[in-house]
Protein backbone atom coordinates (compact mmCIF):
# COMPACT_ATOMS: atom_id res chain seq x y z
CA UNK A 1 0.00 0.00 0.00
CA UNK A 2 0.85 3.35 -0.77
CA UNK A 3 2.42 5.53 2.68
CA UNK A 4 1.84 9.16 3.05
CA UNK A 5 3.85 11.05 5.57
CA UNK A 6 1.83 13.91 7.42
CA UNK A 7 4.03 16.12 8.75
CA UNK A 8 2.15 18.77 10.66
CA UNK A 9 2.47 20.83 14.28
CA UNK A 10 -1.09 20.98 14.88
CA UNK A 11 -1.91 17.61 16.58
CA UNK A 12 -5.96 18.17 15.62
CA UNK A 13 -5.17 19.05 12.50
CA UNK A 14 -2.68 16.45 12.07
CA UNK A 15 -5.58 13.65 13.09
CA UNK A 16 -7.97 14.95 10.85
CA UNK A 17 -5.19 14.83 7.88
CA UNK A 18 -4.18 11.32 8.73
CA UNK A 19 -7.71 9.94 9.33
CA UNK A 20 -8.99 11.33 5.72
CA UNK A 21 -6.03 10.43 3.89
CA UNK A 22 -6.58 7.02 5.42
CA UNK A 23 -9.92 7.02 4.29
CA UNK A 24 -8.91 7.38 0.67
CA UNK A 25 -6.82 4.34 0.58
CA UNK A 26 -3.25 5.17 1.65
CA UNK A 27 -1.44 4.03 4.60
CA UNK A 28 -0.77 6.93 7.00
CA UNK A 29 2.02 7.58 9.35
CA UNK A 30 2.62 10.99 11.05
CA UNK A 31 5.40 13.32 12.26
CA UNK A 32 5.26 16.56 14.76
CA UNK A 33 7.76 18.67 13.11
CA UNK A 34 10.65 19.10 10.59
CA UNK A 35 13.19 17.68 12.69
CA UNK A 36 11.09 14.30 13.59
CA UNK A 37 9.87 14.11 9.81
CA UNK A 38 13.42 13.51 8.69
CA UNK A 39 13.92 11.06 10.76
CA UNK A 40 10.35 9.45 10.00
CA UNK A 41 11.60 9.63 6.45
CA UNK A 42 14.88 7.83 6.78
CA UNK A 43 13.49 4.66 8.79
CA UNK A 44 9.79 4.69 7.20
CA UNK A 45 10.88 5.62 3.41
CA UNK A 46 7.59 7.06 2.60
CA UNK A 47 5.85 7.19 -0.78
CA UNK A 48 4.81 10.78 -0.68
CA UNK A 49 5.12 13.51 1.81
CA UNK A 50 2.36 15.84 2.99
CA UNK A 51 4.49 18.90 4.72
CA UNK A 52 3.08 21.66 6.77
CA UNK A 53 5.40 24.86 6.44
CA UNK A 54 4.86 26.95 9.39
CA UNK A 55 6.41 24.44 12.19
CA UNK A 56 8.72 25.17 15.13
CA UNK A 57 12.10 24.93 14.77
CA UNK A 58 13.33 23.69 11.11
CA UNK A 59 10.40 24.31 9.09
CA UNK A 60 9.19 22.84 6.02
CA UNK A 61 10.53 24.33 3.23
CA UNK A 62 13.85 23.91 5.10
CA UNK A 63 12.51 19.82 6.23
CA UNK A 64 11.85 19.68 2.38
CA UNK A 65 14.79 21.03 1.01
CA UNK A 66 17.18 18.58 3.60
CA UNK A 67 14.63 15.51 2.23
CA UNK A 68 14.94 16.24 -1.40
CA UNK A 69 18.99 16.55 -0.83
CA UNK A 70 19.20 12.98 -0.04
CA UNK A 71 16.37 11.62 -2.51
CA UNK A 72 15.82 14.46 -4.66
CA UNK A 73 12.46 12.20 -6.22
CA UNK A 74 11.26 11.94 -3.23
CA UNK A 75 7.38 13.33 -4.37
CA UNK A 76 6.35 16.60 -1.74
CA UNK A 77 3.76 19.09 -1.51
CA UNK A 78 3.34 21.55 0.90
CA UNK A 79 0.23 22.16 2.84
CA UNK A 80 0.00 25.64 4.43
CA UNK A 81 -2.34 27.90 5.68
CA UNK A 82 -0.41 30.66 4.12
CA UNK A 83 -0.24 31.18 0.11
CA UNK A 84 2.49 33.54 0.81
CA UNK A 85 5.27 31.14 0.92
CA UNK A 86 4.82 30.56 -2.51
CA UNK A 87 6.96 34.08 -3.06
CA UNK A 88 9.73 32.00 -2.16
CA UNK A 89 11.44 29.68 -4.82
CA UNK A 90 12.65 27.36 -2.77
CA UNK A 91 8.75 25.90 -2.61
CA UNK A 92 9.49 25.25 -6.15
CA UNK A 93 11.37 22.17 -4.98
CA UNK A 94 7.67 20.76 -4.21
CA UNK A 95 5.54 18.98 -6.38
CA UNK A 96 2.54 21.04 -5.65
CA UNK A 97 1.32 24.01 -2.80
CA UNK A 98 -1.65 22.98 -1.98
CA UNK A 99 -3.84 26.01 0.70
CA UNK A 100 -5.29 24.77 3.75
CA UNK A 101 -9.33 24.38 3.68
CA UNK A 102 -11.44 22.77 6.07
CA UNK A 103 -12.43 20.62 2.32
CA UNK A 104 -9.67 18.26 2.44
CA UNK A 105 -11.07 17.61 -1.59
CA UNK A 106 -8.01 19.66 -3.15
CA UNK A 107 -5.29 18.02 -1.01
CA UNK A 108 -7.08 14.41 -1.91
CA UNK A 109 -6.83 15.19 -5.71
CA UNK A 110 -3.01 16.63 -5.51
CA UNK A 111 -1.94 13.61 -3.60
CA UNK A 112 -3.75 10.91 -5.93
CA UNK A 113 -2.55 13.96 -9.12
CA UNK A 114 1.48 13.94 -8.50
CA UNK A 115 1.13 9.80 -7.17
CA UNK A 116 0.06 9.43 -10.63
CA UNK A 117 2.40 11.98 -12.36
CA UNK A 118 5.38 10.21 -11.13
CA UNK A 119 4.45 6.89 -12.29
CA UNK A 120 4.59 8.84 -15.97
CA UNK A 121 8.36 10.44 -17.11
CA UNK A 122 9.19 13.41 -15.59
CA UNK A 123 7.89 16.55 -17.18
CA UNK A 124 8.66 19.85 -15.98
CA UNK A 125 6.64 21.36 -13.21
CA UNK A 126 3.72 23.59 -14.04
CA UNK A 127 1.48 23.82 -11.49
CA UNK B 1 29.11 68.35 8.34
CA UNK B 2 26.54 66.51 6.36
CA UNK B 3 25.23 68.20 3.45
CA UNK B 4 22.35 67.80 1.39
CA UNK B 5 22.43 66.64 -2.14
CA UNK B 6 20.03 66.44 -4.85
CA UNK B 7 20.11 63.80 -7.95
CA UNK B 8 19.73 65.73 -11.27
CA UNK B 9 18.19 61.71 -12.65
CA UNK B 10 15.52 60.77 -10.12
CA UNK B 11 14.80 64.54 -7.63
CA UNK B 12 15.44 63.22 -4.99
CA UNK B 13 16.75 64.59 -1.83
CA UNK B 14 19.73 62.83 0.08
CA UNK B 15 21.34 63.36 3.17
CA UNK B 16 25.21 62.96 3.49
CA UNK B 17 26.64 62.79 6.91
CA UNK B 18 29.51 60.87 7.11
CA UNK B 19 30.87 61.61 10.52
CA UNK B 20 28.50 58.83 11.37
CA UNK B 21 30.99 56.27 10.91
CA UNK B 22 35.19 56.64 11.24
CA UNK B 23 35.90 54.53 8.26
CA UNK B 24 33.95 53.82 4.60
CA UNK B 25 33.07 50.17 6.01
CA UNK B 26 32.28 50.28 9.75
CA UNK B 27 28.72 49.16 9.54
CA UNK B 28 26.95 45.86 10.17
CA UNK B 29 26.83 44.27 6.58
CA UNK B 30 24.11 42.05 5.77
CA UNK B 31 26.00 39.23 4.10
CA UNK B 32 24.67 36.66 1.83
CA UNK B 33 25.71 33.31 2.71
CA UNK B 34 24.54 29.22 2.00
CA UNK B 35 22.28 27.38 3.74
CA UNK B 36 22.50 24.52 1.14
CA UNK B 37 20.39 22.04 0.98
CA UNK B 38 17.98 20.71 -2.35
CA UNK B 39 18.09 23.34 -5.24
CA UNK B 40 15.62 23.75 -7.82
CA UNK B 41 17.45 25.99 -9.74
CA UNK B 42 20.40 23.73 -9.96
CA UNK B 43 21.09 21.82 -13.45
CA UNK B 44 19.78 18.48 -13.01
CA UNK B 45 15.89 19.71 -11.20
CA UNK B 46 14.87 21.20 -14.29
CA UNK B 47 11.91 18.82 -13.69
CA UNK B 48 11.27 21.65 -10.68
CA UNK B 49 10.45 24.71 -12.86
CA UNK B 50 8.37 25.70 -15.18
CA UNK B 51 9.24 24.82 -18.95
CA UNK B 52 11.68 27.14 -20.18
CA UNK B 53 10.96 29.71 -22.54
CA UNK B 54 14.23 30.98 -23.61
CA UNK B 55 17.97 28.78 -23.47
CA UNK B 56 21.51 29.21 -23.70
CA UNK B 57 22.50 25.75 -24.62
CA UNK B 58 24.75 23.62 -26.31
CA UNK B 59 22.42 21.59 -28.28
CA UNK B 60 18.95 23.30 -28.80
CA UNK B 61 16.95 20.13 -29.23
CA UNK B 62 17.22 19.54 -25.37
CA UNK B 63 14.93 22.04 -24.01
CA UNK B 64 14.25 21.22 -20.14
CA UNK B 65 17.34 18.68 -19.53
CA UNK B 66 20.78 19.51 -18.48
CA UNK B 67 23.13 21.08 -20.79
CA UNK B 68 22.05 24.61 -20.52
CA UNK B 69 24.59 28.05 -19.24
CA UNK B 70 21.29 30.17 -18.99
CA UNK B 71 18.13 29.53 -18.37
CA UNK B 72 14.34 31.57 -18.28
CA UNK B 73 11.23 30.26 -17.12
CA UNK B 74 8.10 31.68 -16.08
CA UNK B 75 7.68 32.38 -12.33
CA UNK B 76 5.89 29.28 -11.39
CA UNK B 77 3.93 31.57 -9.12
CA UNK B 78 3.42 34.82 -10.82
CA UNK B 79 2.58 38.54 -9.55
CA UNK B 80 1.29 38.90 -12.66
CA UNK B 81 -0.37 36.60 -15.85
CA UNK B 82 0.22 37.18 -19.19
CA UNK B 83 -3.08 35.24 -20.46
CA UNK B 84 -5.26 37.84 -17.88
CA UNK B 85 -7.22 40.36 -19.98
CA UNK B 86 -6.37 43.94 -19.54
CA UNK B 87 -8.86 45.53 -18.09
CA UNK B 88 -9.76 48.70 -15.94
CA UNK B 89 -11.50 48.35 -12.75
CA UNK B 90 -12.41 50.16 -9.61
CA UNK B 91 -14.77 53.43 -10.10
CA UNK B 92 -12.98 57.01 -10.95
CA UNK B 93 -11.99 57.30 -7.00
CA UNK B 94 -10.09 53.78 -7.03
CA UNK B 95 -9.15 53.17 -10.49
CA UNK B 96 -7.18 50.28 -11.26
CA UNK B 97 -6.63 47.38 -14.03
CA UNK B 98 -6.42 43.61 -14.15
CA UNK B 99 -3.24 41.88 -12.98
CA UNK B 100 -1.96 41.62 -16.82
CA UNK B 101 2.22 40.71 -17.47
CA UNK B 102 5.11 38.92 -17.65
CA UNK B 103 7.29 37.40 -14.43
CA UNK B 104 10.11 35.71 -15.04
CA UNK B 105 13.23 34.12 -13.61
CA UNK B 106 16.18 34.14 -15.01
CA UNK B 107 18.72 31.44 -14.02
CA UNK B 108 21.96 32.06 -14.40
CA UNK B 109 24.34 29.73 -14.19
CA UNK B 110 24.15 26.04 -14.06
CA UNK B 111 26.51 25.57 -11.26
CA UNK B 112 24.99 26.41 -8.19
CA UNK B 113 27.07 29.70 -7.62
CA UNK B 114 25.73 32.43 -5.23
CA UNK B 115 26.73 35.62 -7.30
CA UNK B 116 27.00 36.76 -10.47
CA UNK B 117 30.58 37.54 -10.23
CA UNK B 118 31.29 34.24 -9.14
CA UNK B 119 31.19 33.43 -13.30
CA UNK B 120 33.68 34.43 -15.83
CA UNK B 121 32.82 37.21 -17.88
CA UNK B 122 31.88 35.03 -21.23
CA UNK B 123 29.27 33.79 -18.30
CA UNK B 124 28.10 37.64 -17.45
CA UNK B 125 27.96 38.42 -21.02
CA UNK B 126 25.81 35.53 -22.08
CA UNK B 127 23.32 36.64 -18.98
CA UNK B 128 23.41 39.78 -20.72
CA UNK B 129 22.41 38.75 -23.82
CA UNK B 130 19.56 36.72 -22.49
CA UNK B 131 18.37 39.67 -20.49
CA UNK B 132 18.36 41.82 -23.91
CA UNK B 133 16.09 39.13 -25.45
CA UNK B 134 13.63 38.92 -23.15
CA UNK B 135 12.94 42.57 -23.16
CA UNK B 136 12.90 42.59 -26.98
CA UNK B 137 10.70 40.25 -26.76
CA UNK B 138 8.54 41.49 -24.49
CA UNK B 139 9.01 45.05 -26.79
CA UNK B 140 7.35 43.28 -29.32
CA UNK B 141 4.05 42.86 -27.66
CA UNK B 142 2.55 46.42 -27.49
CA UNK B 143 0.63 45.66 -24.66
CA UNK B 144 3.59 45.72 -22.57
CA UNK B 145 5.12 49.48 -21.37
CA UNK B 146 7.46 48.45 -19.23
CA UNK B 147 10.11 45.97 -18.97
CA UNK B 148 12.30 45.79 -15.27
CA UNK B 149 15.01 43.41 -15.20
CA UNK B 150 16.17 42.90 -11.49
CA UNK B 151 18.80 41.02 -8.83
CA UNK B 152 17.88 40.10 -5.30
CA UNK B 153 21.55 38.39 -3.78
CA UNK B 154 21.10 37.22 -0.58
CA UNK B 155 18.14 37.01 1.53
CA UNK B 156 18.91 40.48 2.97
CA UNK B 157 18.10 41.55 -0.18
CA UNK B 158 14.83 39.81 -0.60
CA UNK B 159 16.39 36.26 -2.73
CA UNK B 160 14.57 33.19 -1.45
CA UNK B 161 16.65 30.78 -3.11
CA UNK B 162 20.43 31.45 -3.03
CA UNK B 163 20.99 29.69 -6.79
CA UNK B 164 22.36 33.47 -8.59
CA UNK B 165 19.48 34.48 -10.60
CA UNK B 166 17.61 37.08 -12.05
CA UNK B 167 13.50 38.79 -12.58
CA UNK B 168 12.23 40.25 -15.36
CA UNK B 169 8.37 41.90 -14.79
CA UNK B 170 6.93 43.26 -17.92
CA UNK B 171 3.79 45.38 -17.29
CA UNK B 172 1.35 47.35 -19.12
CA UNK B 173 2.25 50.41 -17.17
CA UNK B 174 5.32 52.60 -16.67
CA UNK B 175 6.32 52.96 -12.87
CA UNK B 176 6.14 56.71 -11.61
CA UNK B 177 10.16 55.87 -10.37
CA UNK B 178 10.95 55.53 -14.71
CA UNK B 179 8.45 58.13 -15.45
CA UNK B 180 9.80 60.58 -13.14
CA UNK B 181 13.48 59.68 -14.62
CA UNK B 182 12.77 59.80 -17.94
CA UNK B 183 10.64 63.36 -17.77
CA UNK B 184 14.24 64.77 -15.98
CA UNK B 185 16.04 63.43 -18.70
CA UNK B 186 13.81 65.16 -21.52
CA UNK B 187 13.57 68.45 -19.43
CA UNK B 188 17.53 68.37 -19.07
CA UNK B 189 17.89 67.63 -23.05
CA UNK B 190 15.71 70.68 -24.06
CA UNK B 191 17.64 72.77 -22.00
CA UNK B 192 20.81 71.98 -22.19
CA UNK B 193 20.52 70.45 -25.60
CA UNK B 194 22.48 67.28 -24.15
CA UNK B 195 21.79 63.79 -22.77
CA UNK B 196 21.44 63.96 -18.93
CA UNK B 197 23.76 61.18 -18.50
CA UNK B 198 26.02 61.60 -21.15
CA UNK B 199 26.89 64.84 -19.39
CA UNK B 200 26.88 62.77 -16.00
CA UNK B 201 29.74 60.85 -17.38
CA UNK B 202 31.66 63.89 -18.90
CA UNK B 203 31.83 65.38 -15.85
CA UNK B 204 32.48 62.15 -13.66
CA UNK B 205 35.36 61.28 -15.76
CA UNK B 206 36.77 64.80 -15.83
CA UNK B 207 36.64 64.96 -11.56
CA UNK B 208 37.59 61.95 -10.94
CA UNK B 209 36.88 61.51 -7.44
CA UNK B 210 33.58 58.88 -7.46
CA UNK B 211 34.82 56.96 -10.57
CA UNK B 212 35.46 53.38 -9.27
CA UNK B 213 35.87 51.53 -12.98
CA UNK B 214 36.26 52.89 -16.63
CA UNK B 215 36.42 50.42 -18.99
CA UNK B 216 36.34 50.52 -23.38
CA UNK B 217 32.64 51.42 -22.81
CA UNK B 218 31.33 52.02 -19.40
CA UNK B 219 32.01 53.37 -16.38
CA UNK B 220 31.26 52.91 -12.74
CA UNK B 221 30.45 55.58 -10.36
CA UNK B 222 29.27 56.38 -7.13
CA UNK B 223 26.60 58.53 -7.65
CA UNK B 224 26.94 62.25 -6.31
CA UNK B 225 23.76 62.08 -4.44
CA UNK B 226 24.08 58.37 -3.18
CA UNK B 227 21.21 56.82 -1.38
CA UNK B 228 22.76 54.29 0.17
CA UNK B 229 26.82 53.42 1.22
CA UNK B 230 28.88 52.29 -1.90
CA UNK B 231 25.89 52.59 -4.55
CA UNK B 232 27.00 52.03 -7.80
CA UNK B 233 26.13 53.09 -10.87
CA UNK B 234 27.34 51.63 -14.15
CA UNK B 235 26.58 53.66 -17.23
CA UNK B 236 27.69 52.78 -20.52
CA UNK B 237 29.20 55.28 -22.38
CA UNK B 238 26.96 55.32 -25.58
CA UNK B 239 23.94 57.28 -25.38
CA UNK B 240 21.44 54.22 -25.57
CA UNK B 241 17.83 54.60 -24.33
CA UNK B 242 17.22 51.18 -24.03
CA UNK B 243 19.15 48.19 -22.52
CA UNK B 244 18.28 45.52 -25.20
CA UNK B 245 19.29 47.95 -28.14
CA UNK B 246 22.77 48.13 -26.73
CA UNK B 247 25.67 46.79 -30.12
CA UNK B 248 26.29 43.34 -29.05
CA UNK B 249 30.76 44.25 -29.22
CA UNK B 250 29.85 45.89 -26.00
CA UNK B 251 28.39 43.64 -23.94
CA UNK B 252 31.45 42.30 -23.13
CA UNK B 253 33.52 44.77 -21.53
CA UNK B 254 30.25 46.15 -19.82
CA UNK B 255 29.67 42.07 -18.15
CA UNK B 256 33.68 42.81 -17.31
CA UNK B 257 32.77 45.75 -15.60
CA UNK B 258 29.91 44.21 -13.57
CA UNK B 259 32.25 41.91 -12.58
CA UNK B 260 34.97 44.01 -11.45
CA UNK B 261 32.47 46.34 -9.80
CA UNK B 262 30.95 43.57 -7.54
CA UNK B 263 34.41 41.71 -6.94
CA UNK B 264 35.15 44.87 -5.15
CA UNK B 265 32.47 45.42 -3.12
CA UNK B 266 33.23 41.52 -2.01
CA UNK B 267 36.19 42.75 -1.30
CA UNK B 268 35.26 45.62 0.69
CA UNK B 269 31.97 45.12 2.08
CA UNK B 270 32.34 41.00 2.44
CA UNK B 271 30.36 39.27 0.39
CA UNK B 272 27.43 41.82 0.77
CA UNK B 273 23.94 40.91 0.06
CA UNK B 274 22.74 43.54 -3.02
CA UNK B 275 20.42 44.53 -5.22
CA UNK B 276 21.07 45.61 -9.17
CA UNK B 277 18.59 46.99 -11.46
CA UNK B 278 18.99 48.10 -15.21
CA UNK B 279 16.75 51.20 -15.20
CA UNK B 280 15.54 51.33 -19.46
CA UNK B 281 13.71 52.99 -21.14
CA UNK B 282 9.99 52.62 -20.98
CA UNK B 283 9.10 50.68 -24.30
CA UNK B 284 8.06 52.33 -26.97
CA UNK B 285 7.98 55.54 -26.19
CA UNK B 286 9.41 58.40 -28.41
CA UNK B 287 10.15 60.74 -25.66
CA UNK B 288 12.05 58.25 -23.82
CA UNK B 289 14.81 58.02 -25.79
CA UNK B 290 16.07 61.10 -24.42
CA UNK B 291 16.99 58.51 -21.42
CA UNK B 292 20.25 56.58 -21.31
CA UNK B 293 19.95 52.80 -19.83
CA UNK B 294 22.08 52.31 -16.73
CA UNK B 295 22.39 49.20 -13.93
CA UNK B 296 22.12 50.81 -9.96
CA UNK B 297 24.08 48.08 -7.73
CA UNK B 298 23.00 48.55 -4.05
CA UNK B 299 24.56 46.92 -1.77
CA UNK B 300 22.22 45.85 1.64
CA UNK B 301 23.93 48.01 4.64
CA UNK B 302 21.70 50.80 5.38
CA UNK B 303 17.68 50.45 5.94
CA UNK B 304 14.82 51.77 4.42
CA UNK B 305 13.13 53.35 7.93
CA UNK B 306 10.41 56.17 9.08
CA UNK B 307 12.36 59.09 7.63
CA UNK B 308 13.06 57.73 4.13
CA UNK B 309 9.64 56.40 4.23
CA UNK B 310 8.13 59.54 5.32
CA UNK B 311 10.22 61.86 3.00
CA UNK B 312 11.53 60.25 0.37
CA UNK B 313 14.84 61.12 1.20
CA UNK B 314 17.77 59.13 2.48
CA UNK B 315 20.57 59.87 4.98
CA UNK B 316 23.78 58.40 3.91
CA UNK B 317 26.36 57.85 6.34
CA UNK B 318 29.62 57.25 3.56
CA UNK B 319 29.98 60.30 1.18
CA UNK B 320 30.33 58.84 -2.00
CA UNK B 321 33.33 59.78 -2.59
CA UNK B 322 35.12 57.90 0.25
CA UNK B 323 33.65 55.21 -1.36
CA UNK B 324 34.84 55.33 -4.70
CA UNK B 325 38.36 55.61 -3.29
CA UNK B 326 37.58 53.07 -1.10
CA UNK B 327 36.10 50.40 -4.02
CA UNK B 328 39.28 51.96 -6.33
CA UNK B 329 41.45 50.85 -3.60
CA UNK B 330 39.70 47.81 -3.40
CA UNK B 331 41.39 45.11 -5.94
CA UNK B 332 44.92 46.65 -5.45
CA UNK B 333 44.33 45.28 -1.52
CA UNK B 334 43.13 42.56 -3.07
CA UNK B 335 41.22 40.08 -0.69
CA UNK B 336 39.36 37.16 -2.14
CA UNK B 337 35.91 37.59 -2.77
CA UNK B 338 34.78 35.13 0.42
CA UNK B 339 37.72 36.13 2.38
CA UNK B 340 37.80 38.99 5.04
CA UNK B 341 37.74 42.60 5.20
CA UNK B 342 39.82 44.79 3.31
CA UNK B 343 42.20 47.19 5.82
CA UNK B 344 40.68 50.77 5.44
CA UNK B 345 42.29 53.07 3.28
CA UNK B 346 44.58 55.87 5.11
Avoid at chain 1, 38 to 52: I, S, T, Y
Avoid at chain 1, 81 to 102: I, L, M, N
Avoid at chain 2, 305 to 332: D, H, M, Q
Wanted: charged share 25%; aromatic share 8%; with cysteine.
Amino acid sequence: MTTILVVEDDPNQCLLYANEIRSAGYDVITAHDGREALEVVEKARPDLVVMDVSMPGIDGIEAMSRMLAKDHKLPIILNTAYATYRESFRSWSADAYVVKSSDLTELKDTIKRVLESRSRPAAPAGA
Amino acid sequence: MSEFRRDRVSGRWVIIAPERAARPTDFPVERRYSVGGFCPFCEGHEDKTPPEVAAMRSDPQQANRPGWRVRVVPNRFPALRPDAPIEIVGDAACRGMTGFGIHEVIIESQRHILSLNEMDDAGVTDVLRIYQQRLASVRQDSRFLYGMIFKNVGSAAGATVEHSHSQMIGMPVVPETVRTEVRHARQFNEAAGACLFCNMIDREVAKGERVIHVGRHCIAIAPYASRFPFETWLLPTRHVPHFEDHPAEALGDIASALRTVLNRLDQALETPAYNYLIHTSPLGEKSADYFHWHIEIIPCITKIAGFEWGTGCYINPVLPESAAAFLREASKLGRSASGGRVAASS
